[in-house]
């Protein structure tokens, strides 16, 4: 089992979870961080961290969200690993109790 960034870290992109990742399994894009599930050991250390609860176990996924699984899993093999705890957006705040924030994940272009 590992743990998976959920639709909550979208446009808020806080970053404290990264600073207590012993392993770095975290990556960054644009506005959304991911976590790698090769390297993530299922510490748990990043879970209470997150100030929006965006971080949760695969095995305790609601139904809805099973798609960030998939979606963690490819974006860490194309984002870049993350280390340090950087600056949230601007508007992050802004963003925190807003539901249904997928469409607004900016992804990498796709190779044909």
């Not at 990556?27 to 976590?35: R, S």
């Amino acid at each position: 089992m590992t743990h998976v960034v959920t639709e909550g870290c979208i446009r808020c992109k806080y970053q404290h979870c990264v600073e207590v990742c012993p392993v770095d399994c975290f990556h960054a894009g644009p506005n959304f961080l991911v976590i790698d599930p090769v390297e993530c050991i299922d510490c748990t250390l990043c879970v209470p961290e997150c100030p929006v609860n965006a971080i949760a176990a695969e095995d305790d996924l609601q139904p809805a969200m099973m798609q960030f699984v998939a979606l963690n899993r490819e974006l860490a093999t194309v984002w870049p690993v993350i280390t340090h705890k950087g600056e949230a957006p601007d508007d992050a705040a802004d963003w925190d109790r807003v539901e249904a924030k997928l469409q607004y994940l900016e992804m990498p272009e796709r190779r044909v």
